[in-house]
């Protein structure tokens, strides 16, 4: 791959990652789930709806679903640009979700 080809490939994967997950970490904010704490992510896997802290069954439907596409791609972008890359675009794409969405990520107040 050529070294134009390259970074066409890393900003392609950066950019479908990127708004995945801003839309992953807008349904987290609209269902009030507490996506990174502990096992969070393997229980909405498993459609466990006791994670939110408001009732909205379509918005976790789709959290569900766009955190399944989130692993199907990121598996897609190791096998295409390398599992370091793939790791340096997500902690990227975290840093920004942090910064937009600091509340949608962990540090919902309990009650």
Known sequence: MSEQQD???LAWWANNLGEL???IARLAWLCRVR?????????????DASVCGSDNPAAFAKLRA????HL??????SAEVGALRTAAIEAHVAEQLT?????ALGHWPHG
Do not use: T, Y
């Open 35 to 47: 996506i990174l704490d502990a096992g969070v992510l393997r229980r909405v896997l498993q459609m």
């Open 7 to 9: 970074g066409f490939a």
């Open 99 to 103: 910064r937009s969405f600091p509340d």
């Open 66 to 69: 766009l955190l399944m596409m």
């Open 72 to 77: 199907a791609l990121r598996n897609k972008s």
């Open 21 to 23: 997950d801003r839309e």
